[in-house]
């Protein structure tokens, strides 16, 4: 059936949220904070792992890897798992899992037992975030989208900065058992208010047999892809290190597009591209993935090598981009009612040109100069990342949301993977032999180039995504509501 014309358009009507959906967002909130916190927060722990481990930091450095590829390894199963149970139990099980992990990794005496608690930790934490975005997304309808998008995306951008800070300061004054055990009070009061509030699941959805088949191929290709580009920081993009399960990983996940569009019940439903403005959208999200999160690990790593600053005042100097993200998460929901897809236009935009101060950073660069930078640079990202994911679900069938979802957050963790991998070898090779400040500052500046040009590169898309919007909007029947959402072509609707 053919697609209907106006899903793009920007909705305007009751715009404000139900109580119901501020309810929903609070809980949500609470578990996504969890999740993207211990994404980070344990970096600056690895050190003292190793003197209290007597373990070696190669052994250490899969206490952060095996949470990573745990998530990755799970994400594409959730859409199944909350038809399978509902999104709600799905929520409610993914954080009690994420909570009793956190207890274990601070209880445990050697390396071995602290990865294993990781990984499970990683399921639990990579299931929780899609599953609380179904339920928003749902509870919120078509009129709250952008509101409750808005609202969760802020600990998206907030936590990279403030992790480091809270993890140094735990360390240094509690232990790093605590970076762990922090979780348990956290998290047994989001479990509280999530029993409380969480509305319950719709009846009648159908979640079919497992395409189990299809879960090997993507969870396995999922995890290839992010150990390949994870390892690219220490061996190079050129390295059998990376290159093996890089290629093996992208062999996997396409078998898997392949083998999804052919079957009746696939895991994840790939007809979704159908859809112009939702692959646009995905697209979108791939690629400011790569030019934001993977430009957000750069300016650590200049305060510390370059600046000699420590992991506590890493984090505060770090600050300024991240409240000037969660100041423009605020203004893009209401910005993106009225203008939809321009919003992210615009803050591709203000990216490009925030980008140019980090191009000619210098040892003697002012902290003042480059937090302001980081304003600016915070505002395009908070204007860009989650009005395109909006613009994604406004995209589709409310029905799709639980295929939807996870594809999107595959999309926007390894855009951010590749941007990482790509920048910290452009950095060592930049890096490799110079002491100098002045020399290693240089080196930070040509590696933003690189950054200004995944900027640049990510405007394209979101030119594309504004013009499907206008021209679905265009072909809007008159008189039709203005609420519904594309429907893939070629499916009933």
Not at 288 to 303: Q, S
Not at 424 to 451: K, N
Request: charge should be neutral; aromatic fraction near 6%.
């Amino acid at each position: 059936m053919k697609a209907s014309k106006n899903a793009s358009a920007p909705v305007v009507e009751n715009p404000g949220l139900t109580p119901e959906t501020k309810r929903v967002v609070v809980v949500v909130l609470v578990g996504a904070v969890l999740a993207f916190l211990d994404a980070t927060i344990v970096n600056v722990a690895l050190k003292s792992l190793t003197t209290e481990l007597d373990a070696s930091l190669d052994a250490v450095q899969w206490v952060v890897t095996a949470y990573l590829l745990a998530q990755a390894a799970v994400l594409p199963v959730t859409g199944w798992a909350a038809r399978r149970v509902g999104a709600r139990r799905l929520y409610i099980a993914s954080l009690l899992l994420f909570t009793l992990a956190s207890i274990v990794c601070g209880l445990v005496d050697n390396v071995g037992a602290l990865i294993a608690a990781r990984a499970v930790q990683g399921i639990g934490g990579g299931m929780m975030i899609p599953a609380g975005q179904m339920i928003l997304v749902r509870t919120a309808g078509q009129a709250g989208l952008a509101r409750v998008m808005g609202a969760v995306g802020i600990p998206m951008v907030l936590t990279p900065v403030v992790g480091p800070t809270i993890g140094g300061l735990l360390v240094d004054h509690a232990g790093w058992q605590w970076i762990f055990l922090i979780n348990a009070p956290l998290g047994a009061v989001g479990l509280f208010l999530a029993a409380r509030l969480l509305p319950p699941d719709p009846a009648g959805e159908e979640a079919g047999p497992l395409d189990l088949p299809g879960l090997l191929l993507v969870g396995l290709g999922m995890v290839g892809i992010t150990y390949g580009l994870s390892e690219a920081g220490s061996a190079g993009l050129t390295s059998a290190k990376v290159l093996v399960p890089l290629l093996v990983g992208l062999a996997l996940t396409g078998g898997f597009v392949l083998r999804s569009l052919r079957v009746p019940h696939p895991l994840l439903d790939m007809r979704l591209y159908r859809s112009q403005l939702f692959s646009s959208a995905s697209f979108v999200t791939f690629v400011f993935g790569a030019a934001t999160y993977g430009g957000m690990i750069l300016m650590p790593l200049f305060y510390q090598v370059v600046k000699h600053e420590d992991a506590s005042h890493t984090g505060l100097l770090l600050a300024p981009q991240g409240l000037g993200a969660a100041v423009a998460m605020g203004m893009s929901s209401r910005l993106f009612e009225k203008i939809g897809s321009v919003t992210c236009v615009i803050g591709a935009a203000v990216s490009v040109v925030a980008t140019l101060p980090f191009v000619l950073i210098s040892d003697g660069t002012s902290y003042w100069l480059l937090g302001v930078a980081m304003v600016v640079r915070g505002l395009g990202i908070g204007l860009s990342v989650m009005p395109a994911m909006t613009a994604a679900f406004r995209a589709i069938d409310p029905a799709k949301i639980n295929d939807a979802t996870p594809q999107l957050n595959v999309m926007q963790r390894i855009g951010g993977s590749v941007g990482t991998a790509v920048f910290v070898v452009v950095l060592q090779q930049h890096l490799s032999g110079e002491t100098q400040p002045a020399a290693q500052a240089s080196a930070f500046g040509d590696t933003f180039w690189w950054v200004f040009g995944a900027a640049v590169l990510a405007v394209l898309p979101t030119l594309l995504m504004a013009a499907v919007e206008r021209r679905h909007r265009q072909d809007q029947p008159p008189g039709e509501p203005s609420s519904r959402a594309l429907v893939d072509e070629g499916e009933p609707a």
